[in-house]
């Protein structure tokens, strides 16, 4: 594509400086870019697509080693007594 339309991480090292030449460093552009780079990462990193069997297994694993957790005091006793 036009070298103004490319990703920084697209550009090649000998056109990086024509290609900073054409991006536009005024407090607007700069806010523009940034909206830009935090859209990008909100995409990819916190608004993941959520539910699906591997986040529904994860939750009830997590709640077994919770519940182990909170009634080990209770299951210990238990398991003590049985083996006398």
Known sequence: GPLP???LMDVRL???PAWLATCNFSPQ????GVRKAWSSYYDKYINVRRG???GISMLLAGYCLLSYGWNYQ??????????V
Not at 29 to 32: F, N
Not at 74 to 83: A, E, G, M, P, R
């Open 29 to 32: 552009g700069l806010l523009g």
């Open 52 to 54: 699906g069997p591997a």
């Open 5 to 7: 339309e490319r990703r």
């Open 14 to 16: 000998g056109e990086l």
């Open 74 to 83: 209770h299951i210990s006793k238990i398991s003590f007594l049985v083996s």
